[in-house]
């Protein structure tokens, strides 16, 4: 998403961004907005993991307990900026324990109507649940020096925490920390590289990942079922990537209305679910306008992402979609990804392609996709013209 032309910026005026000072190493840490907004830091040993560690200190919003003023770098253009106020909206919420037939027909209908629906009794307890939200909100109180040992700048790396986003083309930074976690199959072979702080993180995860995956796959199983194709279409190598878990952090922020957590944005994925908490937050766009999303206690928020719309040749729509901050409170989300194996060709599947019903899009490789993804951003419109016949 491109920045409009616009005057230098000012420097920010507060004389601190939480005058949180820690000492890190040799040399005093103060998170300040200059810190965060310019790439040049304070003078650091040669040492490469020293520095990495200072920039993560720097850069992590997580790394200042309290936020006195908005740095330059995160205040958006008039244009871009979340209005006072937008409509709050209740999401169909299915219940997966009801009939298989009425559960199929909501999925689908739910899916084509809005591209976003809240599923419940979907068979991840709510102990896990509990769980994954408790120890995911602790890891963003650990201190700032504990953090900073995961931190990466690599934007290729699976397991890593950073701040922001990676997708956007614009300079303006978004209100987010995020900590990315690629789980395997078995999810035990690849827990040992996720933080081994706090101390049940990795057995949360590993409990809360696995039942989550299938609720994934039984809702493509649904879809499948609605839209005449066969039930296991999915299976295998188009779901056979790394689940991803990002933890979205998004402090509390002195000027909402100047900023967003995350940019307008459809997922690069099959299939996403989204533990929204209960801070509101999450946005949908929907007939031109955004809507809030509201919470639904154990509920998983369901959104497609561009593979699906590719795999079913536009039947399924990935919708946009943004994250707001707020004043008062931080948030912490835990969105759940079915991905793809990489080398895998995606393209519209042939059930869905016939006599006055061309392909829409063209067949990729999940790794060519994500070379464009990252060239021309996640905006819908963007991803779109790119892979559209």
């Known amino acids: ?113 809005l591209g976003f629906f809240q599923v419940v009794n979907h068979g991840v307890s709510a102990e896990a649940i509990r769980d994954m939200e408790a120890v995911c909100a602790e890891f963003f109180r650990l201190p700032a020096e504990e953090k900073a040992a995961f931190y990466s700048e690599d934007t290729d790396k699976p397991n890593r925490l950073f701040s922001s986003t990676t997708y956007e083309l614009g300079d303006e930074k978004y209100w987010r920390d995020c900590l990315r976690l690629a789980c395997g199959s078995p999810v035990g072979d690849t827990k040992n590289n996720w933080p081994d702080k706090p101390k049940k993180l990795r057995e949360v995860v590993e409990k809360f990942v696995e039942p989550t995956r299938g609720v994934g796959m039984e809702l493509l199983r649904l879809l499948c079922e609605g839209m005449g194709l066969r039930p296991d279409y999915f299976e295998g190598d188009l779901t056979g990537g790394d689940v991803i878990i990002n933890v979205n952090h998004y402090p509390p922020c002195p000027a909402p209305g100047l900023t967003l957590g995350l940019p307008p944005h459809c997922d690069r994925n099959l299939i996403t679910l989204l533990l929204q908490s209960t801070v509101p937050g999450l946005q949908v766009s929907y007939k031109g306008d955004w809507i809030n999303v509201e919470s639904v206690p154990n509920a998983f928020v369901v959104n497609f992402g561009h593979l699906l719309e590719i795999a079913t040749n536009g039947v399924l729509k990935s919708i946009e979609h943004r994250a707001m901050t707020n004043a008062a409170l931080a948030r912490t989300s835990v969105a759940t990804f079915i991905m793809p194996a990489a080398d895998i060709p995606i393209g519209p599947a042939e059930e869905l392609v016939g006599e006055g019903n061309p392909p829409r899009y063209r067949t990729v490789t999940f790794d060519e996709f994500m070379r464009v993804y990252k060239t021309v951003g996640a905006r819908r419109e963007s991803v779109e013209k790119a892979f559209k016949l």
């Open 1 to 113: 998403m491109g920045s409009p032309a616009r005057g230098p910026k000012k420097r920010a005026t507060s004389l601190s961004f939480g005058m949180s000072v820690k000492h890190f190493g040799y040399i005093a840490f103060v998170s300040s907005p200059e810190l965060l907004c310019s790439p040049a830091h304070l003078p650091v040993p040669s040492s490469q993991d020293f520095q990495i560690k200072q920039r993560a200190m720097a850069n992590l919003l997580s790394s200042a307990p309290i936020h006195a003023s908005l740095p330059d770098c995160f205040v958006f253009p008039p244009d871009q900026r979340p209005p006072a106020s937008s409509q709050a909206v209740s999401l169909p919420v299915i219940d997966l324990s009801r009939g298989r037939d009425e559960v199929r027909r909501a999925v689908l209908d739910a899916g084509k109507e």
